[in-house]
């Protein structure tokens, strides 16, 4: 079964503070996802990652950085966090497309962070 | 704009009976999709999929039909079941990678037993 671990499920920070997540995947693949779940905006894209060192903005990237060192852990980073990025975040992971099941994202069990 | 669309926030079933959950999509690019559930305080689980050149794709209790001419696609619960209450999440790729998914903004099912 493929494993989707993220470092925390609750974390609580202040204002200005900077703020890693951390995700490792044990399945070797070559894509990584960071989203953010708000009630009533569903799931957004934050950036993504096709492979070591490779990144790519997703829908909201503004706040946030990430790192790609090794293939299976990803990182977002939060420069200085703010009230707004209060939220539920998931990582996902999934193999390199070859129009299948291959597609198919896993996700880990998400962070909730609260910014004070 | 929304390219992946759950016009349905919420849906109350009864055990037992069918559940319809709608998606409609606006990219006709867009050549895969995939259904996740999702439990508080818990990351989505995947679901079924489909592929574009399939109109209809099985897995025990669920089904996903997808419309290509009407760009709309569904999934059917069938019989429904108290444990099936979360949110579904409707997805769709977005690129010719195939790799970065659309999400709808989800539609949350609650089954009373």
């Known amino acids: 079964d493929v494993k989707v671990t993220q470092s925390s499920r609750y974390l609580v920070k202040r204002t200005g503070e900077k703020v890693f997540l951390e995700c490792v995947q044990d399945m070797d693949h070559e894509n990584m996802f960071w989203y953010r779940q708000d009630p009533g905006l569903g799931l957004r894209l934050i950036y993504f990652s096709y492979d070591v060192k490779m990144k790519e903005k997703g829908d909201i990237p503004e706040g946030y950085s990430v790192s790609r060192e090794k293939k299976e852990r990803f990182s977002l980073i939060l420069e200085s966090a703010s009230t707004n990025q209060t939220s539920m975040y998931l990582c996902a992971s999934s193999g390199r497309f070859r129009g299948g099941p291959a597609d198919t994202q896993y996700f880990g069990p998400g962070t909730r962070l609260t910014v004070l | 704009d929304q390219q992946v669309k759950q016009n349905s926030p919420s849906l109350s079933v009864q055990e037992g009976r069918i559940s319809i959950l709608n998606c409609d999509y606006t990219?006709?690019?867009?050549?895969?999709f995939l259904w996740y559930k999702k439990y508080p305080a818990e990351g989505p689980t995947f679901l079924i999929s489909i592929s574009s050149i399939k109109d209809k794709n099985e897995d025990g209790r669920f089904t996903v039909f997808l419309n290509k001419s009407a760009k709309h696609l569904s999934l059917h619960i069938v019989p429904s079941q108290p444990g099936d209450s979360a949110v579904y999440f409707c997805?769709?790729?977005?690129?010719?990678?195939?790799?970065?998914?659309?999400f709808g903004k989800g539609t949350t099912l609650s089954v009373s037993s």
């Open positions: 990219n006709s690019m867009f050549d895969y």
């Open positions: 997805a769709a790729i977005r690129n010719q990678a195939g790799t970065a998914l659309i």
